[in-house]
């Protein structure tokens, strides 16, 4: 049997994603040929990535996924200002970062992947960090090409602080291609009230 690579994710309304493309424009301003940017089509919030999972194991994820979203309610997120992993000087990932004042999001996440232990997968190692990737640097760029698109890109005066409500999880399907990784949602689970 054949496994699917899937994630756990919290897709984002249109209106987010023209904010997305706006940003992603003005850092291709740099004319940086070494960045592989990502779509604003396919930005999301990453809460969990599966790997490759059997096709039975679909329905008890969505499972855990309903039991997380019945305690929690729709709440507010905000993007906030780009930033890079791991820092400016040395970029590899470039990314927006989200607001989340009131801890939802971190909270939300924390119930899935504690609820997704019993089901064989390991929690994370390094604590969530929400973010939003716009684009990677390719493996042949230098160190001194990053450090410039770092400055550069700091330089810049960019606080998009676009605010939208999250109303459900999703899990996903990834399928690699060398244009890119196409997803497919196999389950959207609402959240309470939603």
């Known amino acids: 049997m054949e496994g699917i690579r899937c994630f756990i994710a919290i897709e984002l309304p249109p209106e987010v994603k023209t904010a997305l493309d706006f ?31 059997s096709p039975d ?3 008890p994820i969505a499972d855990t996924l309903v039991q997380s979203a019945k305690v929690t309610k729709p709440f507010e997120l905000r993007i906030g200002n780009p930033g890079a992993f791991p820092n400016w000087r040395r970029p590899q990932v470039v ?6 004042k009131a801890n939802k999001l971190i909270l939300l996440q924390k119930s899935i992947e504690e609820r997704l232990i019993p089901l064989g997968f390991k929690p994370e190692s390094r604590p969530f960090t929400p973010h939003l990737t716009l684009g990677r640097l ?12 770092g400055k550069w890109a700091c330089s810049l005066h960019m606080d998009p602080q676009h605010p939208f409500t999250v109303e459900s999880l999703s899990l996903m399907e990834s399928t690699l291609t060398p244009k890119g990784a196409i997803h497919t949602r196999l389950k959207s689970i609402h959240l309470l009230n939603s």
């Not at 740099?30 to 599966?50: N, Y």
């Not at 990314?95 to 989340?100: H, L, N, S, T, Y």
């Not at 390719?138 to 410039?148: D, L, T, V």
């Open 23 to 53: 940003l992603e424009e003005r850092l291709k301003e740099g004319r940086h040929p070494f960045i592989k940017w990502v779509s604003p089509e396919s930005i999301h919030i990453t809460l969990k990535f599966l790997g490759n999972i």
């Open 57 to 59: 194991a679909v329905t």
């Open 95 to 100: 990314w927006v970062g989200i607001e989340d």
């Open 138 to 149: 390719r493996e042949n760029s230098s160190h001194h090409e990053g450090g410039e698109f």
